[in-house]
């Protein structure tokens, strides 16, 4: 028999964020309401929100005021790369203003869209601080629920405060904009508190025989990251071969310019450097090396 504390730890450990999740809804939306992910969102939360400036995108749809999606190169800002968005599917193939982003949080906060129990559900957490969907936690005794996302281009975050009603939604399209930090001194303008300072992240160049000694996997509670040496910064390797370099800003921290992501790097008991630090919004997880 299992205790219920060894229970509950190990459903947690199966548990983590992925868009795959989405992507299956998205085909089960499909299988049970009989229409296309865009038609059942078109009918069922566009058009009875009013929300008349959102849809499924499309690079080769000519949609109106489109805004073009840049990110930051070694020698300034640059277009960035068009992408097939029909890959995102139901986990971020659609365009949207901030205008239609709020009268979706009107229509869900407002029950337009979910019964009384179905939003509760979705906004209690269940797997540590998610609930269906969504983040939710305290931010300085504020309750917030949140999620934030990011795309080839683009980066955007959304924030919801019903204790004081308070809805931020931030969309930029430069990766590398902390969208977050962004949305969470927005709130706290309009709760009449000094909104916190913005991070700045200025590069430096490390030897490499300091940025050799963070070379390694380091295993996380459910991925594992690969650091190398790559000229004078460091590269980070998914185990699904995607790759995105990290750049020092102090001799054990770095930062993404294409995401709003940091890494800290730090030594154990034995004073060896085993453990990285992944920073992302409010999110903060640790990674030991193998």
Known sequence: MISGNLQAQRQSERWAYSNLGYIVLGYLLERISGQTYEEFVEDNIFKPLGMNG???FSFGTVIPRRASGYWPRSNGIENADHFDARLGFSAGSLYSTTGDLLRWEN??????????????????????DYGCGLYIKRVKSHLMIEHDGNNI???????YYPEERIAVIVLANLNGTVTGEIARALAAVARGETPPLPSIHKEITLSKEILARYAGTYQFPHYSLKIVTEDKHLLVEFANGGTFP??????????????????EFSTDDHRQWTVLTRHQGNKEEKGFKK
């Open 107 to 128: 229509g869900l906060f407002g029950g337009r869209l979910l019964s009384p129990a179905s939003l509760h559900k979705m906004i209690t957490p269940f797997k540590s």
């Open 246 to 263: 990290i750049f020092a800003e102090s001799e054990t921290k770095f930062f993404a310019k294409l995401w709003p992501v940091q890494f």
């Open 54 to 56: 959102s849809g499924m």
């Open 153 to 159: 281009g683009f980066n955007s975050d959304m924030a």
